[in-house]
């Protein structure tokens, strides 16, 4: 394996080990049940929920 590559696995491996270095600030889901589809999202630190409006 090349040098430059295993630095980079040791770097990735040691950053996975370090929670902290990441920030989730947007995150959003859509999931579809047998009716309705649901959203559910992250935005600007506070959690929304609610129907998928589909027309």
């Known amino acids: 394996m090349q040098s ?14 370090e929670p902290e270095r990441v920030t989730i600030s947007d995150f959003s889901a859509e999931f579809r049940g047998e009716n309705d589809s649901h959203s559910l999202g992250l935005r600007d630190g506070k959690w929304h929920w609610g129907s998928v409006c589909t027309s």
């Open 4 to 17: 430059s590559l295993i630095g980079k696995i040791e770097k990735a491996k040691r950053y996975a080990e």
